[in-house]
């Protein structure tokens, strides 16, 4: 098995938990390095109800971009009291990642 290599983008800050209605794709990407796959965070709150979800996607080489696969995801609600929320979401994505793509690394 080859070692695993990430690479985290954060696109969101603390300003987000005060957010009452919000739907924003790509929030965060975690990309495992040498490998056409990786997941996004989608931060989506609705007045009282969070819907966030990480997802995985896909390189897909016929329009030579990236596609979310909707049908693979985690719930994730970022817990904004606590201090290290950015580390507790790549910590998630990784996890998240790592179960949805083991395929990837035999």
Known sequence: MRKKTYDFWLNMNDSYKYET????????????????????????????????????????PKYDDYETDTSCYRAYSIEWDKEDWKQRLMVEMTSFLEDNTEWYLV
């Open 21 to 60: 209605s919000i739907d924003e794709w790509g929030c965060a990407s975690l990309a495992l390095l040498g490998s056409d796959c990786g997941c996004e965070y989608n931060y989506c709150i609705d007045g009282d109800d969070d819907l966030s979800a990480i997802y995985l996607y896909r390189y897909n």
